[in-house]
């Protein structure tokens, strides 16, 4: 399969060097999709990497996990995050919360659940100086609707679900805290990660829930009329991008990551039909009202801050698809032994 032999997203994201004054990484979520990539990244980087999660993740297939500090605890505790946080020099949010698709919830709601968590964090960070924070936000998102494409950082936000609410919410939150108390943060808007790990819950997440579509009987809803177009990053590329995008006490403190291009969903069915051999059977269901039509990323300002070469749609979810072969694989032979 073409792509298979570039070089892992692990190898591209040792080119990139940490600031010497982060010796040590806390991730907050960092048993998550996108929070664990930024934990193997930072390990291979070379940092010390703590981990504040509601669970701890196996190291079966992840050799670098042996190498964190592992707090299992809530990021709403004040004693947990305290802890957690000791001798660090550089905060990861990577909290995730209700996403776009969830529909049987207020925006209240979702801020209520998810702000709280930020705003015990910034509490806690005005109390110790010079901590930097990166908080990992939707590109896919905060910006809403959108009649030209690519969207630059500068481009009004009027997203039109409570997650993106909740999203554009909490960057307003840190940009006034570092504001008001010099703590160096860093925005990264994040577009349509996918990789081996990820799952699809209620409908989210194109790409993981073709995969499971593929390694079940094909059955696949697709919302719409298909011609809904995202910008999809490989989530190896979004923790190069994190590793690579220290926080910062003033510049460019909210940065799109993604790859710049577009895809519709039939494309991405054909291309996950040629990978995996799979025959996708549609079910079609009406548009849903908190997804946007259109959303590619300018990553204009991304590419003037670091070397960025995102891996091509097509390489990515090929490693990805192997990888999940390979997994599963190694589970069919743990359950007959």
């Known amino acids: 399969m073409a792509g298979l032999g570039r070089d892992s997203g692990a190898a591209r ?8 004054w982060a010796e040590r990484m806390l991730v907050i979520g960092g048993s998550g999709f996108l929070g664990s990539e930024v934990v193997r990244a930072a390990c291979e980087a070379g940092l010390s990497v703590s981990v504040l999660a509601r669970h701890r993740l196996r190291a079966d297939d ?6 964190v500090d592992w707090f ?24 995730g919360c209700p996403g776009p698709s969830v529909t049987d919830f207020s925006p209240e709601r979702t801020l209520v659940k998810a702000v709280p968590t930020l705003s015990l964090l910034l509490d806690v960070l005005r109390q110790t100086p010079g901590v930097g924070v990166t908080y990992l936000s939707s590109g896919g998102t905060v ?33 006034a805290h570092g504001d008001r108390f010099g703590t160096p943060v860093r ?17 989210q997440g194109l790409i993981a829930a073709c995969m499971e579509a593929a390694e079940g009987d094909g059955q696949f ?37 993604g790859s710049g291009t577009g895809h519709d969903v039939h494309a991405v069915l054909a291309l996950l039909g040629e990978i995996t051999g799979a025959r996708f059977d549609v079910t079609r269901s009406p548009a849903r009202p908190q997804d946007v039509h259109s959303i590619v990323l300018d990553t204009s300002r991304l590419s003037r801050l670091l070397t960025w070469d995102p891996r091509p749609l097509a390489d990515g979810v090929a490693a990805a698809w192997e990888r999940r072969v390979r997994q599963r694989a190694v589970s069919a032979i743990g359950r007959s032994a």
């Open 187 to 203: 925005i990264l808007r994040v577009s349509n990660a996918y990789g081996p790990t990820q799952s699809a819950p209620d409908g």
């Open 72 to 95: 299992v605890g809530s990021a709403n505790e004040e004693s947990d995050l305290r802890r957690a946080l000791e001798g660090v020099c550089w905060v990861v949010d990577a909290v």
């Open 62 to 67: 992840r050799p670098w996990l042996e190498e």
């Open 13 to 20: 994201s040792r080119r990139l060097h940490p600031v010497p």
């Open 143 to 175: 910006y809403g609707q959108s009649d030209g494409l690519p969207v630059a950082e500068d481009h009004p936000c009027v997203p039109v679900s409570p997650y993106g609410m909740t999203k554009l919410v909490a960057e307003e939150c840190i940009r």
């Open 221 to 257: 809803t697709m919302f719409g009329d298909g011609h809904n177009v995202r910008d999809y990053v490989e989530v190896a590329d979004v923790a190069s991008a994190v590793m690579g995008l220290p926080p910062t006490y003033d510049g460019d403190r909210t940065v799109n990551v």
